[in-house]
């Protein structure tokens, strides 16, 4: 891999991270902006039962519910930032691909809503393994999504696929809307192309104005494995 490679991977990887914290912090945001307004609505209660109206005991415990209820949200976003954050770890992890789709599914929900998509996952029983960074795994799928969202339209769906494929494995992204505009999914899927080899994968991919996305990554079991480049 030359510097130029090397140096768009790093740069393209922090754009990642911080993509992903910044979604998750945002979520994290509209717990506490939830929370507080409850927690604003039980002093409501208070100061009506201080001036000498009933208290209102079912109100209340709905209302603490509520609060419960965004507390256990609250934990399922930090759970999910702190999986995220330990995928730079170990870079000869054994990933189990179907577990790594589900997770990146769900830390992309919210951009997929924001453009009122819907994610699908096609998963085998017997779920394919390769052993690699997690991170550099989940920023493929990622940038996989991210292609196929900029193609979609509001109420498009986008299905991830996972087959197996030798030893290793194919991940197969797509939606249903027609491509417009060629040239900055282009750009993006250039990104792609070199993310995937980086781990010695290769990218077919059907970028044509007219056409829905389809993005085919091959991955080998291993860093090891060789494989070649090609559109």
Known sequence: MNDATEELLREKGFGFFGAITAS?????????????????????????????????????????????????????????????????????????????????TRLCRRFATLRQVEIETHLPEESPKITGSPFDLQHILFRCVDIALNACKQGDVITIDIEPDGDGARVICANRSAVESVAELGAKRDVLIALAADMNGVVESMIQAGQPVRLTVSLPHSRSSRGEDHE
């Not at 201080?50 to 209302?63: D, I, K, L, S």
């Open 24 to 104: 998750l912090s945002h979520e994290l945001n509209n717990v506490f902006a939830i929370i507080n307004e409850l927690s604003g609505l039980l002093d409501d209660f208070l100061v009506a039962a201080e001036q000498g109206a009933p208290p209102n005991v079912e109100r209340m415990r709905q209302t603490t519910q509520r609060i419960a209820k965004q507390v256990d949200r609250g934990h399922g976003h930090i759970n999910r930032l702190n999986t995220f954050a330990h995928t730079v770890d170990d870079s000869g992890a054994t990933i189990v691909l179907n577990e790594a789709v589900e997770t990146l």
